[in-house]
């Protein structure tokens, strides 16, 4: 049984965009996120569903019975939603606020968030500060409650009575090489090198298993998603290279052999050269997390609605 908690909100926001506009790309032009992006919230929501919900006739994307059923309820709760988020907005005002924003991310996510945050708070906010920095998690409700952070992003789901979240993003991990590496000539023999993107050949178990990898994380010891499905399928990999941060390692790739495995948004932000996985691996989540007692606070909920808009159209 599928739960508000598991369910992103958002979904239903790219489901009467495409009621609406009928076409993908019309829909994805009224939300300001890219067609891909659009296509995805919609398999998502036919898997949620268990219906097509949209049949392509043409140009047209149709609605089944199921949308025509669902379009009444759905725009009524977004219309509940934005009457909410106005109620708010009539006692904040970002224009005139110099409030100095607090938040907690790795550099992963501080690439993926920050530049567009920025570039929103300068139109929108243009006397707010921003400070990001990483606050271990075993820290993260103190600073929360004690006001020292606005609100942190991170990977696990830190289930905890004091805190809210919401998901802001689910990327699936995909497996980088350089450029000039020998698993990607055969896929960049008609390409130019400039432009590095998905493998058009796939990459087998065997192959990943017997290469030596490079892995990001802040401990110093201790398995990843990644490590833990191998060693389901009993098998590991050979990490030779250790890193903490994100920022060093397309340097490494580029004047190794070295596979390189990480969230697909990262791969394509850093055109890097990459495969799917030869084997099953959940996709990474991002979730945004606040302190309960900031449920109400008008700038707070003005800005989580903003890192909302800014995750979900990347």
């Known amino acids: 049984m599928n739960t508000l908690q598991k369910i992103d909100l958002n ?26 992006a659009v296509s995805n919230a919609l398999n998502r929501l036919r ?12 140009k047209s994307m149709v609605p ?6 669902m379009i009444e309820k759905v725009r009524a709760a977004l219309n509940l939603m934005q009457d909410s988020l ?33 570039k929103h708070l300068k139109q929108s906010a243009p006397g707010m500060t921003l400070s990001s920095y990483y606050v271990q998690r075993d820290r993260l409700i103190h ?32 497996c980088a090489v350089r450029k000039r590496h020998p698993l990607a000539k055969p896929s ?26 490079l ?3 802040s401990r110093r010891h201790g398995s990843n998603t990644v490590d833990l499905c191998l060693q389901q399928l009993g098998e590991h990999r050979d990490i030779r290279v250790r890193l903490q941060h994100y920022l060093l390692a397309p340097k490494i790739l580029e004047s190794t052999d070295l596979l390189w495995t990480l969230p697909k948004t990262l791969a394509t932000q850093l055109k890097l050269h990459y495969f799917p996985l030869p084997f099953h691996v959940p996709a990474v989540e991002w979730h945004l997390f606040w302190h309960k007692n900031t449920d109400n606070d008008p700038l707070q909920c003005w800005l989580r609605e903003l890192i909302t808009i800014i995750a979900t159209s990347s």
Not at 17 to 30: D, M, P, S, V
Not at 148 to 173: C, G, K, N, T, W
Not at 188 to 212: F, G, I, M, R, V
């Open 86 to 118: 106005m109620a708010n907005s009539k006692t904040f005002t970002p224009e005139l606020s110099s409030h100095g924003i607090s938040c907690s991310m790795n550099d992963l996510a501080e690439s993926m968030i920050l530049p567009r945050l920025l």
């Open 47 to 58: 898997a949620l569903y268990d219906d097509e919900l949209f049949i392509r006739s043409g």
């Open 188 to 213: 960049l023999e008609k390409q130019s090198l400039a432009k590095p993107s998905l493998a058009k050949h796939s990459l087998d178990l065997s192959t990943y298993l017997n290469a030596k990898h």
């Open 143 to 174: 600073e929360l409650a004690a006001r020292r952070l606005d609100f942190a992003i991170d990977v696990p789901l830190i289930a905890d009575p004091q805190l809210r979240h919401s998901q802001l993003h689910e990327d699936a991990y995909v």
């Open 11 to 36: 979904l239903f926001v790219v489901f009467a965009a495409i009621y609406q506009e009928r076409n993908l790309t019309r829909a994805a032009e009224t939300l300001f996120i890219t067609q891909p």
């Open 215 to 217: 892995h990001i994380s």
């Open 64 to 69: 089944t019975p199921t949308a025509e059923a």
